[in-house]
């Protein structure tokens, strides 16, 4: 209806509603749909951005969603203890529909498939990405992967319960790429907030304004910059299984630019 302000303002909130989603959901899943969903909402709100007149005022609500990452943004204890109670009532499922075997059916499990150690296993795994240490190393940018854990698979205490560590091990992989999408997330807001903060910075060169922004809307080991002749700022991201680059508007875009925001919404979907 020609209510680009409102437009503009709704859309923020809608960002802010996945950022917080993002932070309290218990499901992995979960958070990951806030995400993709919340990426979506950042290009929309970078491309009305880029639209708008130099001096134009932003809705609050933009500088609501987009306020500097907090602990709360990268803390995945509530989506680890989810994912630890998922599994863990499926291992208990199993284990009592075996238990109504006879004996030489659960011949395997008594050879193969310690429970409390498996527990014990999936619990140390899991809480490599929980805690005070695990959320003051992702405030510095570093994902699970900078250090990782000793693969299960090649301690002596395998040969207990071989089913056990082989499972434990089979997941590791997977809550590392969590930990990717979740620092990326993080990068990409910082990364709208930039456009923000450039729009209060008027004199000077844009590049060297870029160059000159706070430390707080920088990603300690996302590699970005600025990409002129596309009219995007970038960001470069850790989850190998998405584009290399995240890129926003920061103008326009011009006749064979590629910054369509229904291509890239579409790719972040997929």
């Not at 209510?3 to 499901?27: E, I």
């Not at 907090?70 to 291992?91: I, K, W």
């Not at 209060?200 to 996302?222: I, M, T, V, Y």
């Amino acid at each position: 209806d020609g209510d680009r302000t409102g437009a503009l303002a709704a859309a923020c909130s809608n960002l802010n509603g996945w950022r917080r989603m993002a932070r309290g959901t218990n499901s992995l899943i979960g958070g990951m749909l806030a995400i993709s969903h919340g990426d979506g909402g950042i290009f929309l709100i970078a491309d009305m951005l880029a639209g708008m007149r130099d001096g134009e005022p932003v809705p609050e609500e933009c500088a609501t969603a987009l306020q500097p990452i907090a602990a709360a943004d990268v803390n995945r204890c509530a989506q680890m203890a989810g994912e630890f109670a998922l599994v863990s009532s499926f291992v208990d499922r199993t284990s009592g529909i075996n238990a109504a075997k006879p004996w030489w059916s659960r011949a395997q499990d008594w050879l193969f498939f310690d429970e409390r150690q498996s527990v014990a296993w999936r619990a140390e795994d899991f809480a490599a990405y929980c805690g005070d240490m695990a959320v003051a190393r992702m405030l510095v940018d570093e994902s699970a992967r900078s250090a990782p854990l000793r693969p299960i698979t090649q301690r002596l205490e395998c040969v207990s319960s071989l089913a056990g560590c082989i499972l434990a091990d089979i997941a590791a992989p997977a809550y590392a790429d969590y930990d990717a999408r979740t620092l990326d997330f993080a990068a990409h807001l910082r990364l709208a907030a930039t456009l923000l903060w450039l729009r209060d910075q008027p004199s000077g060169k844009l590049s060297e304004r870029f160059d000159q922004r706070p430390q707080f809307l920088r990603s300690a080991k996302h590699a970005s910059g600025m990409d002129e002749a596309r009219g995007t700022l970038y960001v470069e991201n850790f989850y190998s299984k998405r584009e290399a680059r995240f890129e926003l508007p920061f103008a326009p875009a011009k006749a064979g630019a590629t910054v369509a925001v229904t291509e890239l919404t579409r790719r972040t979907n997929e």
